[in-house]
């Protein structure tokens, strides 16, 4: 019954490959987001999607492209890997905005490139 | 400036201890805190959510929120080595999330 999950645990890949990133929440929430926390643990937003329509789009390279096929579910596509996207990406969902509604975290995708 | 600042760490200390962890912020809109604990290779788990200046506590956490100064803390009493974990503060407004650093804590046993 887990509330947020994504797939792969693990990604080890070379650099040029292209991956994709899988999430889905089972917590009803319409809001659903990407980060990426680098080694030094800071969490930074990618992307956030309210009810499939895409909300947050911060600076992030092109490659990076994410879906979302319904409210449940966001994926992220990431093209011409490079060394530098090597990091542990965590999908998140939120209730909408009001008095109860903090983020809820997956356990992480940690992405090695090669 | 960062929205959020968290002082890193590391910080040990001995089983039983009090531990204080705090942040500042700047943006006076924030208008939701959280604190969440990360395991290693896992992903933050939410531990604290308040949304009002003053005290929440639950079980051995306390939380505290000082909107005048802008200013968050997190207690820990009788800190347990099970507490050994990053601790990252966040702040909300509308759909956007601000975190800091994290603090990595070290109970020894």
């Known amino acids: 019954d887990t509330a947020v999950s994504q797939t792969p645990k693990y990604l080890v890949t070379q650099m040029g490959n292209d991956k994709s990133i899988k999430c889905e929440q089972n917590?009803?929430?319409?809001?659903m987001y990407w980060y990426k926390q680098d080694s030094k643990k800071f969490l930074k937003i990618m992307f956030s999607y309210n009810n499939k329509e895409l909300i947050i789009n911060e600076t992030v390279p092109n490659r990076f492209s994410p879906k979302s096929p319904d409210k449940a579910h966001l994926n992220l596509h990431i093209n011409s890997l490079e060394l530098g996207d090597s990091a542990v990406y965590f999908c998140?969902?939120?209730?909408?905005?009001?008095?109860?509604?903090?983020?809820?975290f997956g356990n992480g995708t940690r992405l090695t490139v090669t | 400036q960062k929205e959020v600042e968290q002082d890193p760490g590391p910080l040990s200390v001995p089983e039983g201890a009090i531990v204080s962890l705090n942040c500042t912020y700047s943006?006076?809109?924030?208008?939701?805190f959280m604190w969440y604990r990360q395991y290693s290779r896992k992903g933050p788990e939410l531990l604290m959510y308040t949304y009002s200046s003053g005290n929440k506590e639950d079980g051995r956490f306390t939380a505290q929120v000082d909107k005048s100064s802008k200013y968050i803390s997190l207690f820990i009493r009788d800190s347990q080595p099970s507490d050994s974990a990053t601790y990252l503060c966040a702040m909300k407004f509308g759909n956007q999330f601000y975190f800091g650093t994290g603090t990595s804590l070290t109970v020894i046993p």
């Open positions: 917590l009803g929430h319409d809001t």
């Open positions: 943006n006076s809109a924030f208008q939701y």
């Open positions: 998140a969902s939120s209730p909408p905005t009001g008095e109860n509604s903090p983020l809820h």
